[in-house]
């Protein structure tokens, strides 16, 4: 019957597609083509995406007509996407300075949106339909690799505040008709987590997905509690690092393989496991990731660099080469499962631990939220010093940056007990690796921040 009521549903979905205008279910076919075609014939479809992108933002962009309208004829005669490295990286300042001027909407269709990312420092940007629709199509492909489909019961471990705002009956609806179960990960306490697991264990999803963290600790939990009804087809964990120990936990609480996918709020779909689990296959099809040293050079396979990305679909507000603040490496062997997309590896960057107050866990990204759309903040960081002290550092624009508002949504979600601190610091240091942690919990008894 689940079967069923997938198929008719996914019936239904292309049909109201195809109404509103949306190409995501026609991209997916493309996309299920092109990732079997050889490496040399995808990189010519790769390669003119980008020519369409580029142009558009030398002639539409400002930021982009000052920074690459001297490339143009290089552009033109790029003949392996290797040669990017010969063009200007985009870096976080560059876009929190200078987002208003990248942005050339081809019409009035674009969406703003923000985020505190792995470095904790506040962007804003925007996206426009077609990257929308082009990334629905990527995420339908990634659920062909791991046999999921629409309409199939789906439990969420997640924690975006915009994410979950307060459903009306309409929204109540169609997560019914949708089959999705929920949990905000923000803010849960053991009663209401146990709570959750037994309703999940009742409602029977296929497939399961969430911050990693959140879903290690929800499996620690079933674990305790020895629930055995939980059991998916699939699992996925995304929007921060999968430690191999998170998932061995995750996996046998769950009886199933987890699927590690990565993206962000700026460019989402970047990479994810197929059924292989020999890497991340980046979605060349519509992503371009360069690993490169801190001058922007590629750096051979298998050798750790910094993550450029470039986004093919969002021509609205066009990310070229832009540094994620995360780090990895490419392989140079393709993968068994004859996908031709190429594998990411040893991603590292993007944490956050689970900040403790009186038994409530607070997922980490939670704070990095109450930074964004922020101008006056360039970076900042969480630390849990003790079971009741929670300081906060800050590099600010200004002076004149009033933290009251952001300090008050804390006190409401930690409670009256906690001391908050609140630093203003010329400089945030990275951890002894050069990775940057925005939120870490130094408490003792609880995980400590990785060197």
Not at 99 to 117: E, Q
Not at 245 to 251: H, L, P, T, Y
Not at 377 to 393: G, N, P, R, S, Y
Request: glycine share 6%; with cysteine; charged share 25%.
């Amino acid at each position: 019957m689940s079967g069923l009521y997938s198929s008719i549903y996914t019936s239904l979905c292309q049909l109201k597609a195809a109404v509103r205008g949306d190409r995501q279910f026609s991209i997916y076919k493309t996309l299920a083509k092109e990732q079997f075609l050889s490496p040399e014939k995808l990189e010519q479809i790769r390669i003119k995406r980008f020519q369409k992108l580029a142009f558009r933002a030398i002639d539409k962009s400002k930021y982009y007509s000052q920074r690459l309208s001297d490339q143009r004829q290089f552009i033109e005669k790029i003949e392996s996407l290797e040669q990017l490295s010969q063009l200007p990286l985009l870096t976080r300042d560059d876009l929190q300075q200078n987002y208003k001027n990248i942005l050339c909407p081809i019409d009035n269709t674009v969406y703003a949106d923000s985020s505190g990312g792995s470095t904790g420092k506040p962007v804003n940007f925007y996206h426009d339909r077609d990257y929308q629709m082009f990334a629905s199509g990527l995420h339908l492909l990634f659920m062909s690799w791991i046999g999921i489909s629409y309409g199939d019961r789906t439990g969420v471990f997640w924690g975006a505040d915009r994410d979950f705002k307060e459903s009306s009956l309409r929204e109540k609806f169609d997560a019914k008709v949708d089959r999705i179960m929920a949990l905000n990960s923000f803010n849960v306490d053991e009663q209401s987590l146990d709570s959750f697991l037994h309703r999940l264990e009742r409602f029977n999803p296929t497939y399961i997905y969430g911050y990693a963290s959140s879903l290690a600790l929800a499996a620690e939990r079933i674990n305790q509690l020895k629930l055995t009804g939980i059991r998916p087809i699939a699992v996925r964990s995304s929007a921060e690092m999968l430690y191999d120990s998170q998932r061995a936990v995750i996996e046998q609480a769950f009886g199933t393989k987890v699927y590690n996918f990565y993206g962000s709020r700026e460019v989402n779909n970047l990479a994810a496991e197929c059924s292989a689990h020999e890497g991340m296959h980046v979605m060349a099809s519509g992503r371009i990731i360069e690993i490169v040293d801190d001058r922007g050079q590629p750096l051979p396979a298998g050798v750790q660099g910094n993550l450029a990305v470039t986004d093919l679909t969002n021509l609205s507000f066009p990310f070229i080469r832009y540094l994620t603040g995360d780090m990895g490496t490419l392989q140079s062997e393709p993968c068994s499962c004859g996908i031709s997309y190429p594998l990411l590896a040893n991603l590292a960057g993007r944490s956050s631990d689970i900040i403790n107050f009186n038994g409530v866990h607070i997922h980490g990204e939670y704070f990095t939220h109450l930074f964004y759309s922020q101008p006056l903040v360039k970076q900042f960081q969480v630390v849990q010093e003790d079971a009741d002290l929670l300081v906060i550092k800050i590099v600010a624009r200004s002076e004149q940056f009033d933290t009251e508002p952001i300090v008050k949504q804390i006190v409401e979600k930690v409670g009256q007990g906690v001391r908050i601190e609140v630093k203003f610091v010329e400089r945030i240091e990275p951890l002894k690796s050069g990775k940057f942690r925005f939120t870490i919990n130094n408490y003792s008894g609880q995980r400590k921040a990785q060197s």
